[in-house]
């Protein structure tokens, strides 16, 4: 039951009615005997100016969840930003502190490796390929790169983005080797595919993300993940379970960032 009492967070985009945090938070803030609720608002672009001013007037508001169209736009809007953030153009958490100012992170990238991290895998010293270089594969790519990886490969449709991300992380991160468009998937430690590829898929039948004589080069001891949170087993992680590889799911990654999004906000612990 919300009351006048309650501190309140939020998540904004448009359209919002497929979004799984408000139920995610309000569980896990029930759970936890917490006066805290999560509101789902789905904005108008006209409104985003007037909503940036609401949110640093709002003073039982403790921060703001942002997705789809949202992410670029606000980046440009707050007081200040993580250098992750800066560098990527986009935000995908606000906090309001107590005077009003909003700050902004991403925090795709660390709830995807915290999910990563659940299952044993340490990005140090490890060779990695992220296939989709849009808002979710960039921020994983940036997180890899900050959290020690040895060697990242990336690929993408769009060769100008993998160009201007490569260039990004070649300039951010130049102790991590960055390479594009791999020929062979034998060595990688770990392999994502951050690409919409298999969204939707009915059966394990459908498209992948990589050609099938480079899907067939994947080893066994290869962590492979989806972001792709619908199915939760998509054709590419079907496929790489069938080769005997340890999988993540979109879903894993999802419930994973709560704790990240929650503790950047100051209203859940980093793991939830
Ligand atoms: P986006 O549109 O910003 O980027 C997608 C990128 O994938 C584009 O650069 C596109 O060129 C590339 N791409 C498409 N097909 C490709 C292919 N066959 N090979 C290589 N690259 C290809 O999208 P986004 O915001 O990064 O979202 C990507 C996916 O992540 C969506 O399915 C979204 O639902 C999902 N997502 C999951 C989580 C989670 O927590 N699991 C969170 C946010 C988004």
Not at 128 to 147: E, R
Not at 208 to 213: A, G, K, M, R, Y
Request: charged content about 15%; glycine content about 10%.
């Amino acid at each position: 039951m919300i009351q006048g009492s309650t501190e309140l967070v939020a998540i904004v985009g448009s359209p919002v009615t497929q979004v799984k945090s408000p139920e995610n938070f309000n569980q896990w803030f029930a759970g936890h005997r917490q006066n805290v609720a999560m509101l789902a608002i789905d904005l108008a672009p006209s409104a985003l100016q007037n909503f940036v001013e609401t949110l640093r007037g709002w003073q039982n508001l403790r921060g703001c969840v942002v997705t789809v169209p949202y992410k670029q736009l606000l980046a440009g809007r707050l007081d200040s930003v993580s250098a992750r953030s800066a560098a990527l153009g986009s935000v995908n958490v606000i906090r309001r502190e107590a005077d009003g100012r909003l700050v902004g992170d991403i925090v795709d990238g660390e709830g995807f490796l915290s999910a990563a991290r659940q299952q044993g895998f340490n990005p140090q010293d490890k060779q990695a390929l992220v296939i989709g270089t849009g808002g979710v594969g960039s921020a994983i790519a940036y997180s890899l790169c900050q959290a020690g990886i040895r060697h990242l490969v990336i690929s993408d449709l769009s060769a100008e983005r993998v160009e201007m991300l490569g260039e990004l992380l070649r300039n951010t991160f130049p102790e991590t080797v960055i390479s594009a468009n791999p020929t062979s998937l034998e060595h990688f430690d770990l392999v994502v595919n951050a690409s919409p590829v298999g969204m939707g898929a009915t059966s394990e039948e459908g498209p992948l993300p990589l050609p099938q004589d480079l899907m067939q080069s994947l080893q066994a001891s290869t962590l492979v993940a989806d972001v792709v949170t619908s199915p939760a087993l998509t054709p590419f992680l079907a496929f790489a379970q069938g080769r005997g590889c340890a999988i993540q799911t979109g879903p894993q990654m999802a419930l994973a960032q709560l704790g990240n999004l929650g503790h950047f906000m100051g209203v859940t612990p980093l793991q939830i």
